[in-house]
């Protein structure tokens, strides 16, 4: 399941941590060892340490978001093929056990790294968790595309409560080379910022009040912005705009605060800054001119804010 490269979901990887103050939690497991031989012996320094399974949890994210750092050539040291079901369950066990013991002692993984050293940490730490496979939509070509699952993640539980976390987005990114950069927007995320760029193989994972298809997110546009969820989309709502319908100009109608500044480029080019734009209600209203066969991209105060594919 290789992880895609994000030209875009990487400008929320600076986003700050939960409001609940974990500085001394951080700060601890700074201190632990940046390699261990055993699972156990990472899970020993966190019995030790902490108390809560909000603590446990927050120390398990952050020791493998800034120790373990992403490496695709992983994908070639795991042999996955198998002659049936049984030969596969058994494979599967004895891979899990090798990924997680490579990911503690080399300090290299790709997301089934990430997502299985996650959860057998919790599993140890007595926390309930399961891994989640699903689809990661991070670029233009991922726009319209049919379900994919290309990547892995976790749920974890608080006092009976479910929560989201990516530990391999939670490290950096990758863009022929990994970037590390340790963030704690993936961890705990809420479900309505999760679904903008994951979707789960089953629904009832995405932790959502109204269940959204697979159909229906490959259809969203990429929505960078840290603050707008998918709701706040009204037009163009889906990623993919129709030139035809849309000959000279394509209408924005954002439930979002208007930025200072407006501006938007195709493939990549020159920006192009909005003079007209408007608020009514709450309603952010602006056109952009419209360029068929191109990807736009539309930045708020010069930083990247929703991309669409223009057909």
């Known amino acids: 399941m290789k992880i895609a490269i994000r030209l875009f979901v990487v400008f929320m990887l600076c986003l700050g941590a939960n409001a609940q103050d974990f500085e001394q939690v951080d700060a601890t497991i700074k201190f632990y060892p940046k390699s261990f031989d055993e699972v156990t012996e990472l899970s020993e320094f966190i019995t030790r340490d902490f108390k809560t399974d909000e603590e ?83 670029n233009f070509k991922d726009i319209g595309r049919p379900f994919q699952k290309i990547h892995m993640w976790n749920v974890a539980y608080i006092n009976d409560h479910p929560f989201l976390f990516d530990p391999t987005w939670g490290a950096g990114k990758y863009n022929q080379k990994f970037i590390k950069e340790p963030s704690y927007y993936w961890y705990k995320t809420e479900p309505t910022q999760f679904i903008k760029s994951h979707y789960p193989d089953l629904v009832e994972d995405a932790f959502l009040e109204i269940n959204v298809s697979k159909q229906t997110f490959a259809k969203f546009p990429l929505i960078i912005q840290k603050d707008m969820v998918v709701a706040d989309v009204i037009s163009p709502r889906y990623g993919v705009v129709s030139s035809v319908e849309n000959p000279k100009a394509i209408l924005f109608q954002l439930k979002t605060p208007a930025p200072k500044v407006i501006s938007y480029s195709y493939d990549f080019g020159n920006k192009k800054r909005l003079v007209d734009f408007s608020i009514h209600d709450k309603l952010l209203t602006f056109e952009i001119k419209t360029r068929a066969g191109k990807n736009l991209i539309v930045y708020f105060n010069d930083a990247p804010a929703l991309a669409y594919k223009v057909e």
């Open 56 to 138: 446990k949890l927050r120390a398990i994210y952050g020791w493998i978001i800034n120790n373990v750092r992403y490496d695709p050539d992983e994908y070639d040291v795991f042999n996955y093929r198998f002659k049936n079901y049984r030969e596969r369950n058994a494979k599967e066990e004895v891979t899990r056990k090798k990924i997680i013991q490579r990911t503690l002692q080399k300090g290299v993984a790709v997301c089934e790294g990430y997502a299985m050293l996650f959860e057998k940490l919790c599993e140890l730490q007595g926390i309930h968790n399961y891994l989640v496979r699903g689809d990661v939509k991070t």
